[in-house]
């Protein structure tokens, strides 16, 4: 399909930005959407298209922003509503998308539904969340794990001597999705956000959205914490999906459908264009920087997902061990070599904020621990100069910051803004379609489109590859050539 056919995200590098560790605009520590603003430069200079911003609705903060109290205003640290708007606005102008965290599954127990809901047996919103009775030896309803901390997904609610369910914190209540007044009052915050001109949401925990009517007990292999309706999720995902259909110009879903399962990972886009835009891929981001790993994700990837769907490719976020750590072993090489992987596949790649430095996980020193499951390492401040004034987290030093690699055309950054510019000149890799190529064990090597061919060496050792001409690939070195 030529490019200029294609949809924007599907021809887009998203970037996801951690608000809190951006950009800080008035130095009390924390990050801010003027600080983002300020920051419209720099994202455009790298050559992103659309922005993914972590919550930025009013939260108490129990897990930074997915324990939502109001879905339709923004937190203060981060500048309010007016700060949002000028945002969205001065990014239009530069046609940079703005893409939100939507949190359906869940609301803080602090929330005004919770709290109406937990008033009395008889509340009208009683039924907005899930409660039983526990039995009779006060033992939860069911086996059903919280995923933090691992302990019962039941708590109970004093007052009226019924258990709620929570998949996360005690304090993030899992809403009951087979009431069809929550599913209102949710299409309602999505047509709220629309209007103000997001490109789309990024759906948190879109694999786990509808629970099991009859909560049965978990299985032991099963992949969640708790057991979903998947179908009924699936019928969800095609309400949404309706109801982003509607806008113009097209917004869009990205789901974040933790699920290691490749088919169940296929499901969620349903025909290919009634769900999901896109899903992201965990089997890739889990996958060890090997050429025989990365390229059976790929290879079954493209098999399973329906024709018409569209994969996305990530390789860190705000919940797991930066890249560069996790896969790379701190080794700039790799880092680089596993950066081409994520920027030549066909699909959309989204980048973490730091990806683009070769950012690596950041050692948090027990005082200044902050979050309730051990993440807070992915998720410090963007190094622009080398200095925060006060940072809510320790900065890193583990990357040269981003005045330094800027300068600098050597740099790390300087690479990922070339490999970026590159794809984004390249119609094969836009859109051209993916076939792997005979190569020796250690390097994968595949065709995009008609003339692309990406070889990278993932191995310690020089090679030889015969991909017309013969060419020397260094250790952990990748080219992409025409030809
Ligand atoms: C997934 C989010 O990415 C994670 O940060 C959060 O803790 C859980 N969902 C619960 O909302
Ligand atoms: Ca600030």
Not at 86 to 96: F, K, N, P, V
Not at 323 to 335: I, L
Request: one cysteine or more; proline letters at 7%.
């Amino acid at each position: 399909m030529p490019s200029d056919e294609q949809p924007w995200w599907q021809r887009a590098v998203l970037y996801q930005i951690y608000v809190r560790s951006f950009a800080d605009s008035n130095e009390d520590g924390i990050g801010d959407l003027p600080g983002i603003l300020a920051q419209l430069d720099y994202l455009e200079w790298l050559g992103v298209d659309a922005l993914w911003l972590s919550p930025i609705t009013v939260s108490p903060d129990k897990d930074w922003g997915y324990d939502v109290v109001d879905y339709t205003d923004v937190q203060p640290v981060f500048g309010g509503m007016r700060a949002f708007d000028e945002l969205i606005a001065e990014a239009d102008r530069r046609g940079i998308r703005i893409v939100i965290d939507l949190v359906p599954n869940h609301t803080s127990d602090q929330h005004p539904w919770f709290q109406e809901a937990r008033a009395s047996r008889d509340s009208a919103r009683r039924d907005w969340y899930i409660w039983r009775d526990p039995n009779p030896d006060r033992s939860p309803p069911n086996n059903w794990r919280s995923s933090f901390g691992g302990g019962s997904a039941w708590t109970l609610d004093p007052a009226t001597g019924q258990m709620y369910l929570h998949s996360f914190l005690p304090e993030q209540v899992d809403l009951n999705w087979w009431n069809e007044e929550v599913r209102e009052a949710m299409d309602d915050v999505m047509r709220f956000w629309l209007d103000r001109g997001v490109a789309g949401f990024r759906l948190d925990v879109a694999h786990a959205i509808v629970k099991d009517r009859e909560l049965r007990d978990r299985p032991p292999d099963a992949d969640t914490h708790v057991v979903v309706d998947l179908e009924e999720t699936f019928a969800v995902l095609r309400r949404w999906r309706k109801l982003v259909d509607g806008y113009e110009p097209e917004r869009i879903l990205i789901g974040e459908t933790w699920v290691m399962d490749l088919a169940r990972l296929a499901g969620f886009y349903g025909s290919g264009a009634d769900q999901l835009h896109l899903a992201f891929n965990f089997p890739f981001v889990f996958a060890p920087l090997q050429a025989e790993s990365l390229r059976d994700v790929v290879e079954r990837s493209e098999e399973l997902l329906p024709v018409a769907a569209w994969p996305a490719w990530t390789l860190s976020n705000h919940d797991v061990v930066r890249f560069p750590t996790r896969m790379c072993e701190g080794d700039e090489r790799k880092a680089r070599a596993a950066l081409l992987t994520l920027l030549t596949q066909r699909g959309t790649p989204v980048l973490y904020y730091g990806d683009e430095l070769g950012m690596q996980q950041v050692e948090i020193p027990p005082e200044r621990e902050s979050d309730i499951d051990g993440r807070d390492g992915a998720r410090t401040p963007l190094p622009w100069n080398g200095a925060w004034n006060d940072p809510w987290l320790p900065l890193g030093d583990n990357v040269a910051p981003v005045a330094v690699q800027r300068a600098d055309p050597t740099s790390f950054l300087s690479f990922c803004r070339e490999l970026i510019a590159r794809r984004g000149s390249s119609p094969d890799l836009v859109s051209g379609s993916y076939e792997t190529l005979p190569a020796p064990k250690d390097v994968w090597a595949f065709r995009r489109g008609e003339r692309t061919v990406v070889a990278i060496n993932l191995s310690d050792e020089s090679m030889e590859i015969d991909l017309g001409g013969g060419r020397k690939l260094a250790p952990w070195e990748g080219a992409i050539l025409d030809g």
